[in-house]
């Protein structure tokens, strides 16, 4: 059974890099047939995609957010993360990770993680 | 890229059916939209696939058949007949857009559903 699994602190001070990785359990990262997903929402709010990655290294960012992103694939752990630098209080949300399915581009998102929480405050 | 509109609630009473509607914006009645269920304090998980001719695709692992979809002209459809208490939640639409080198995925802003 496929699981995602989020980790990485919960607290962030302004103007410091947010660091998550997400694992992946049940389904190897290097599959041709998927990307792999990073999504938000502030609290109260909606869902905004954050960016996309296939294990080759491929990626897709929200143009909003590109300068400070990056992702990246950890395939001996069957990881994936990502960096997002320079936050504010405006990056507070909670972070999902997902699994993107691949067609001519990504597609739908069809497994989710729980999601964690991070909170940017000094 | 295409913009989808959601409003922002919606209810039934037990056992009713409630027809929830994703508005794609102007230009865009040819694509299929994704739609998500978020219960309260948990993860999205997908629905189903939607475009213009109905359901695209299969629906998401564990999706009772009370869950159906339609698409007319720029509108999405997500159905739930039978309504349960389980299916109070917040349902999302989302949509894939690529061209050349270039990709975004956009969601809707979401429409909340009480079951009265």
């Known amino acids: 059974q496929l699981q995602l699994q989020e980790s990485g602190p919960g607290l962030v001070k302004p103007s410091e890099t947010l660091s998550l990785t997400c694992t992946v359990s049940?389904?190897?990262?290097?599959?041709?047939?998927?990307?792999w997903g990073w999504i938000r929402q502030p609290p109260g709010k909606g869902l905004e995609w954050i960016g996309s990655?296939?294990?080759?290294?491929?990626?897709y960012y929200n143009p909003s957010l590109k300068s400070r992103i990056t992702m990246s694939v950890d395939m001996s752990k069957n990881q994936f993360s990502l960096k997002l630098s320079s936050v504010s209080a405006g990056d507070t949300a909670v972070y999902y990770c997902?699994?993107?399915?691949?067609?001519?581009?990504?597609?739908?998102?069809?497994?989710w993680g729980q999601g964690t929480l991070v909170t940017v405050s000094s | 890229q295409p913009v989808l509109t959601q409003p922002p609630s919606a209810s039934a009473s037990l056992g009713a059916s409630v027809t929830l509607t994703c508005t794609l914006s102007?230009?865009?009645?040819?694509?299929?939209v994704d739609w998500y269920q978020q219960r309260p304090g948990k993860g999205p998980r997908f629905v189903m696939r939607?475009?213009?001719?109905?359901?695209?695709?299969s629906k998401g692992d564990g999706i009772p058949d009370r869950f159906s979809v339609l698409g007319s002209g720029l509108n999405r459809y997500l159905t739930i007949n039978n309504i349960q208490e389980e299916d109070e939640s917040d349902y999302h639409c989302?949509?894939?857009?690529?061209?050349?080198?270039?990709?975004?995925?956009?969601f809707g802003t979401g429409t909340k559903v009480t079951v009265l």
């Open positions: 939607v475009g213009a001719g109905g359901i695209v695709g």
């Open positions: 102007s230009g865009y009645s040819h694509y299929r």
């Open positions: 990655i296939y294990f080759g290294g491929s990626t």
């Open positions: 989302g949509a894939d857009h690529g061209s050349g080198s270039n990709f975004v995925y956009v």
């Open positions: 997902a699994r993107q399915l691949l067609l001519k581009f990504p597609s739908r998102f069809d497994h």
């Open positions: 049940g389904d190897s990262i290097s599959s041709s047939t998927y990307y």
